[in-house]
Nanobody, 125 residues
Framework: QVRLVESEGRLVQPGGSLRLSCDIS??????MSWFRQPSGQERVLVAA????????LYADSVKGRFTISRASAENRVFLRMNSLNTEDTAVYYC????????????????????WGQGTQVIVSS
């Protein structure tokens, strides 16, 4: 059974940075993603990275501030978040999919069959 485990989020001041990580217990490499869900809103894509790491996809709201990457030898993905603002406050979820398809497909939460438990990130002064 595939299992995803995210690192703990925390309270961050506006303008600050945070790195999240997600480990997946699988023998093969999966497409990995980060979605977030603000309170009372739907889950939306933050970033995704292909199995090889050569292809990435970002939400417009985080481009230039967030970076998704994956460890070369492990099934682990990172999300580096810089210049955080209050609108980044949300529960962040790590998701995994077996294969990369079209970008318009990979930005949908329904394209990912495996999810972590979610981790809370709060940006506040």
């Amino acid at each position: 059974q595939v299992r995803l485990v995210e690192s703990e989020g925390r309270l961050v001041q506006p303008g600050g940075s945070l790195r999240l990580s997600c480990d997946i217990s699988a023998r093969t490499r999966y497409v990995m993603s980060w979605f977030r869900q603000p309170s009372g809103q739907e889950r939306v894509l933050v970033a995704a990275i292909s199995e090889s790491g050569r292809r990435t996809l970002y939400a417009d709201s985080v481009k230039g501030r967030f970076t998704i990457s994956r460890a070369s030898a492990e099934n682990r993905v990172f999300l580096r978040m810089n210049s955080l603002n209050t609108e980044d406050t949300a529960v962040y979820y790590c998701g995994a999919s077996r294969a990369w398809r079209d970008d318009s497909v990979m930005n949908r939460s329904s394209s990912y069959g495996y999810w972590g438990q979610g981790t809370q990130v709060i940006v506040s002064s």
